[in-house]
């Protein structure tokens, strides 16, 4: 046979690799302190071989990260009562005595209820059950109650008895007795609320399985995943030493462990937020993260045993109308039974519309199996709801962390613009301060000046003799007002 292509990067594989995958030597570069551990899982390199880890090359990442301020961040450091329970006890005493009634009380009262909210006539119920309820006269949550009241063989047999006194039986023994001479009216009322649920129940499996379907699609598509695993992985390998690092993968569920990594210089920040901002800043594109995803929280809501046990209801269910309807075929018609046309045409739509179901259900099984192999896990020992469930968590961590970062950037800007508004006016104030002194020296040199010009004159002498006469009578003026009002103390 012709050789097969060279192995990856050319190298041969590390003790435990597997034969057919060689891995390339990391060229890992070491900070120049202890860092803080990143609590991952390593994925086994024997386990690495048709994975999305065998895409990514983490080297590239440390070209383009500032190791410096990483190594900074995250330094090392010591430091009703029921409805039948409600009926009025008058009721039984309101039956007449001839009346007669060869069923459990309970079980007669509680059908007589179901038989007055139907507000239908035997006859009417009867007709109602052959025609396949043609006129709509028997909505599902009767129907359901009427699955209830089926006459068991104990209550046939007693009024098989008592059947010469039709008229003299009670509401409830009359209708019991009544339907059971419908051939197979157990099973006919089983059909009948089965083609009534059918679309309702298809309409609720549909999504479920759709949603696991498109949420595998969406991790093997997303560019912006794998470009965070990769930066992720970076991280994890410059952060960890030993056995914890030189990886070449990790386990999924350690991307709910990244916030767990707290800064040692700030302990708000965890390595989540630091990650989005690298990402926001170096790696744009993974920013479409939750666009590319968006399937994922609907695919984590998606218990497969519970949607394994819905599709086998619809499975049994159908096969078992299909059985009665090949038994209604072998039977003389009844006058007025429509069972054999009307479920005909609903077993011919049904059917098909199953089978769409089944072959989505298996397609989505199918691509679930491979994106858990994508991401390094086993298949067969995670669910849906929990292989999606970490991305679904991990995305609703991004946003929250996204949001704190959002915060605190508002908050620094506020505090910065308070710091600025509070120097300006600091400086402002200074500038006040400064003017007010260069005005008061201004105006005292003015007066020196004003005072030499006078005594170079000689003014400054006619000046001083003036003001000197004006100042001793003003002098003498406040002597005389003073003597004036000062108070006349008497001698004894």
Wanted: net charge neutral; aromatic share 6%.
């Amino acid at each position: 046979p012709p050789p097969g292509p060279p192995p990856l990067g050319g190298i041969l594989p590390p003790p435990g690799a597997p034969l057919g995958l060689a891995l390339k030597k990391k060229n890992i570069p070491q900070p120049t302190n202890a860092l803080k551990s990143f609590n991952w899982s390593k994925l086994p390199e024997n386990k690495l071989e048709g994975t999305v880890w065998t895409e990514i090359d983490d080297t590239k990442v440390f070209k383009i990260l500032d190791l410096e301020d990483l190594e900074r961040t995250f330094s090392a450091y010591q430091r009703q009562q029921k409805e039948a329970d409600a009926i009025d006890d008058t009721l039984s005493s309101k039956l007449k005595v001839k009346e007669l009634s060869v069923i459990d009380g309970r079980r007669a009262q509680n059908c007589n209820i179901l038989l007055s909210r139907l507000k239908l006539s035997n006859d009417e119920i009867k007709q109602a059950i052959l025609t396949m309820d043609e006129q709509e006269d028997l909505p599902k949550d009767m129907l359901e109650q009427l699955l209830k009241f089926v006459p068991e063989k104990s209550d046939i047999d007693l009024l098989e008895e008592h059947k010469h006194e039709l008229d003299r039986m009670a509401k409830a023994d009359r209708f019991l007795f009544e339907m059971s001479r419908i051939n197979h009216y157990q099973q006919r009322l089983q059909s009948l609320y089965f083609k009534k649920k059918f679309a309702e129940r298809v309409a609720e499996v549909k999504p479920k399985v759709e949603a696991i379907r498109s949420g595998s699609e969406e991790l093997f598509r997303s560019s912006a995943l794998k470009q965070l695993l990769e930066v992720v992985l970076a991280f994890g390998n410059y952060m960890n030493k030993g056995q914890r690092g030189n990886a070449y993968g990790f386990k999924i569920s350690s991307l709910n462990k990244i916030a767990d990594t707290k800064s040692s210089i700030d302990k708000n920040i965890t390595l989540l937020h630091y990650l989005i901002t690298i990402v926001e800043n170096k790696y744009p594109k993974v920013l479409n993260l939750n666009e590319e995803l968006r399937d994922i929280p609907h695919a984590a809501k998606v218990n497969m045993t519970e949607l394994d046990k819905e599709i086998s209801t619809l499975r049994s269910g159908l096969k078992a109308v299909e059985l009665e309807l090949e038994y209604q075929k072998s039977q003389p018609p009844q006058p007025g039974d429509k069972f054999v046309s009307v479920v005909s045409q609903f077993i011919t739509v049904a059917s098909f519309s199953f089978s769409d179901v089944e072959d989505l259900l298996a397609e989505a099984k199918d691509l679930f199996t491979k994106a858990v192999k994508h991401f390094g896990e086993e298949a067969g020992k995670i669910q849906p709801d929990e292989f999606f469930g970490i991305f679904d968590q991990f995305l609703q961590a991004v946003s929250e962390a996204k949001q704190e970062n959002e915060n605190m950037r508002r908050k620094k800007e506020e505090e910065e613009r308070r710091a600025r508004m509070e120097a300006q006016l600091k400086e402002q104030r200074e500038r006040e301060r400064k003017m007010r002194k260069a005005k008061e020296n201004s105006e005292e040199g003015g007066e020196f000046d004003d005072l030499v010009s006078a005594l170079r004159s000689g003014e400054v002498f006619d000046k001083d003799l003036s003001k000197l006469k004006r100042n001793r009578k003003r002098i003498t003026n406040q002597m005389t007002d003073s003597s004036r009002e000062r108070p006349v103390t008497k001698l004894n």
